[in-house]
């Protein structure tokens, strides 16, 4: 079984419109400090980023941002957190964050949250990593996109091993529990 020590999330810098997006956050950032995880996420004070990180740190628990210092320029990033890295570059920014984490999870978001997840879920198929990768559907928000991979791997250009290896659930406590014994499955070839 795999042990998650620190654990990255993608989640949006906006609220959303719905406040079960929030309180999923809160909820989630709750968990993980609660089994002891320490969090590690974009650096942002704003959004479902900083509702996270304020539940993780609120239960006692350790949170590690990674900001740009162009994003850490607009005064969004979060003061209080247990440690705090800011870096040049967006590619930078998630290398950095990649290598503090045992494994990944996408919570609501925009374009930046599907982009940083799915890097990770690509760099374990290229096996550049075989951390851990998973979705927390919050009330169904990610029905569609996943709906969207399944057509993927229909048409195939996705493997359907590579999406089953993906830990999915709409429940914080099943979906730690699920990354502690998962790892992403990575290409093969001939």
Not at 103 to 116: D, I, K, R
Not at 149 to 154: I, N
Request: glycine share 12%; with cysteine; proline share 2%.
């Amino acid at each position: 079984m795999t042990t998650v020590e620190t654990l990255c999330v993608f989640c949006g810098s906006s609220p959303g419109t719905d406040p079960v997006f929030t309180a999923a956050a809160e909820r989630f950032g709750t968990t993980v400090a609660r089994r002891g995880i320490e969090l590690v996420y974009g650096g942002a004070s704003v959004g479902l980023m900083g509702v996270v990180a304020d539940a993780a740190l609120a239960a006692g628990g350790r949170a590690t941002g990674v900001i740009t210092e162009s994003l850490a320029g607009h005064e969004i990033a979060h003061e209080t957190l247990s440690d705090l890295h800011v870096v040049s570059t967006m590619h930078e920014r998630k290398a950095l964050m990649s290598e503090l984490s045992d494994a990944f999870v996408m919570l609501p978001g925009g374009f930046g949250t599907y982009e940083e997840f799915m890097e990770s879920v690509t760099w374990a198929q290229l096996g550049i990593h075989d951390k851990a990768c998973g979705i927390l559907n919050v009330d169904g928000f990610f029905d569609d996109l996943l709906g969207f991979v399944r057509h993927a791997v229909a048409q195939g250009f996705i493997k359907a091993r590579q999406v089953e290896a993906l830990v999915i659930s709409d429940d914080v406590d099943d979906l730690l529990t699920a990354l502690a014994g998962s790892t992403c499955d990575q290409i093969t070839t001939g």
